[in-house]
C-alpha cells in the first residue's frame, strides 16, 4: 500500500523552497566570489549544507521517504559538516588576517569518514535502501532504530554528533565572548559585526538544547512529519539568512571585507595615545561625514579635497583621514571613489539611460573627472574592470 502524501502548509513550502533556495544562491555567490575573505567561504559553506538539510528533510518527511530511496541517508555527514564550518565561520570572522591551518583541516575528518562509509550504501541497490527505511519506519524513528548501515547504530551515531555539535557551538560562543572581553574598544566600534556573531553563537547555544531535548524524548519532534518545532534546530542558520537580507551589501566582497576587517586588531595601526574616549570621536565623525556626503553629495565635484571636506564637517584634516581609515579601513580618496562608484550603480538601477553611458560620460557625472581615473579606482576597490563590475552587479539584480 503506497503511503498518504501530507499535503504542504504555506510555512513548509515556504521553508522547504523559498528559505532553502535563497541559502543556497547566497552560498554559492560567496562561494565562489573571487578573492572572498575565508570567513565569506565559510558563512557562504554554512548555507549550502543548511540548504541541503532543509531540502532533503522534505523528502524524509510527509510520507514521502519511500518513493524516494535513494535520498535516505543523505544527510547524515551533512550533520558532521555544519559544526566545524560554523566553527570556522566565527573563527575568521574575529580572525580575518589568520591563515587556513592543518588542524582546521582535522575538523573535517568526521564527515570524510562517515561519507566513506556511506558510499557502498549510496551506490548500493535500491532495494538495501528500501529495507533500511522500512526498518526505520517499524520504529517511527530516524534515531532509535536498530540500523545496518553504519559501523556505530544510529542512536550512539547521533550521539558521537550532538556531542561534536555541541562542542562546536560552545568553542564558538567562548570565543566570542573572550575576543570581547579582550576588545572592549573594539566592541564599541563595530557592534553590528558582533552583535551578530553574539546572536549567531547564542541561538546555536539555544538550538543545541532542543536538539538535544529531542534526542532524549523530553520533547516529542515528530521527525517522519514537518512540525513547526524542527525549525528551532536552526535558529542560528536564520540569524545568519536575516543579516544578509538586511544588509545585501555584504554579498559584495568589498564591502564584507570592509566590514571584517574593522576587527583585526593584530594588524589595525592605532593613534600612539589611542582610547575609548577618542576613538569615540571618529564615530561621530563617520556619521557627520555620512550625512554631509549623502545629502550635499560633494563627491560629485572632481576637485573635492580632504581640505574642503574638514572644513565643511567642521574637523581637522589628520581627525578626517583617521576617522576613514580606523572606520571605513579606506583612505580618503578611497573613500570618496567609493561614494562615487555607488553613485554610479544607484543611478543604472533606478535610471535605464545610465546603462547606454560611455564610461567617459560615468566618469564625468560621478566626479571622478576622467575616465582613467574612473578605471583605476574601480580596480584598486573591487579588483576589476569597469565594464566587468557593472556586469555582474546587473547579472545579480
Known amino acids: 500500500m503506497e503511503p498518504k502524501l501530507a499535503m504542504l502548509t504555506i510555512v513548509e513550502f515556504f521553508y522547504d523552497f523559498v528559505i532553502s533556495t535563497l541559502m543556497g544562491l547566497f552560498g554559492l555567490h560567496l562561494i565562489t566570489k573571487k578573492g572572498g575573505l ?47 564550518v560554523g566553527f570556522l565561520f566565527v573563527y575568521f570572522m574575529l580572525y580575518p588576517k589568520r591563515k587556513f591551518r592543518v588542524w582546521q583541516a582535522v575538523l573535517f575528518l568526521p564527515f570524510v569518514l562517515h561519507t566513506a562509509e556511506l558510499m557502498p ?72 559585526l558582533l552583535n551578530w556573531m553574539l546572536s549567531y553563537t547564542s541561538l546555536g547555544l539555544l538550538s543545541m538544547v532542543f536538539i538535544i531535548a529531542y534526542v532524549m524524548g523530553i520533547i516529542g519532534f515528530n521527525n517522519l512529519q514537518f512540525s513547526y518545532a524542527d525549525l528551532l534546530m536552526h535558529l542560528a542558520a536564520f540569524v545568519n539568512l536575516g543579516v544578509v537580507l538586511s544588509r545585501p551589501a555584504l554579498l559584495d566582497h568589498h564591502t564584507f571585507k570592509i566590514l571584517v576587517e574593522r576587527l583585526d586588531q593584530e594588524h589595525r595601526q592605532p593613534d600612539p595615545n589611542e582610547d575609548a574616549e577618542k576613538l569615540k570621536k571618529y564615530e561621530e565623525y563617520a556619521k557627520r561625514l555620512e550625512e554631509f556626503f549623502a545629502k550635499e553629495m560633494p563627491f560629485l565635484d572632481p576637485d573635492l579635497t580632504l581640505e574642503k571636506t574638514a572644513k565643511q564637517i567642521g574637523i581637522t584634516t589628520k581627525e578626517l ?38 564610461q567617459d560620460m560615468l566618469a564625468e557625472l560621478s566626479g571622478f573627472g576622467s575616465r582613467q581615473s574612473f578605471h583605476n579606482a574601480v580596480n584598486r576597490l573591487h579588483g576589476t574592470t569597469p565594464a566587468s563590475f557593472f556586469s555582474e552587479r546587473a547579472s545579480n539584480r
Open 321 to 358: 583621514s583617521r576617522t576613514t581609515s580606523y572606520i571605513y579601513e579606506l583612505g580618503y580618496p578611497d573613500f570618496v571613489n567609493s561614494w562615487r562608484i555607488n553613485y554610479i550603480v544607484d543611478k543604472r538601477t533606478s535610471h535605464t539611460e545610465w546603462r547606454e553611458y560611455s
Open 121 to 192: 550504501f549510496y551506490f548500493g541497490p535500491v532495494e538495501d535502501k528500501i529495507n533500511e527505511i522500512n526498518l526505520m519506519l517499524r520504529y517511527k524513528s530516524l534515531v532509535d532504530f536498530p540500523g545496518t548501515v553504519t559501523f556505530f547504530s544510529p542512536k550512539v551515531l547521533t550521539f558521537i554528533k550532538v556531542v561534536l555539535s555541541t562542542f562546536y557551538v560552545l568553542a564558538s560562543f567562548v570565543l566570542v565572548i573572550l575576543y570581547i572581553l579582550k576588545n572592549r574598544i573594539s566592541l564599541k566600534f563595530n557592534r553590528f
Open 38 to 84: 575565508l570567513a565569506a567561504k565559510f558563512l557562504g559553506l554554512s548555507f549550502i549544507a543548511i540548504c541541503i538539510r532543509i531540502v532533503l528533510a522534505y523528502f524524509i518527511t510527509g510520507g514521502r521517504l519511500i518513493q524516494y530511496p535513494h535520498t535516505f541517508m543523505l544527510v547524515s555527514p551533512i550533520q558532521f559538516l555544519a559544526g566545524p
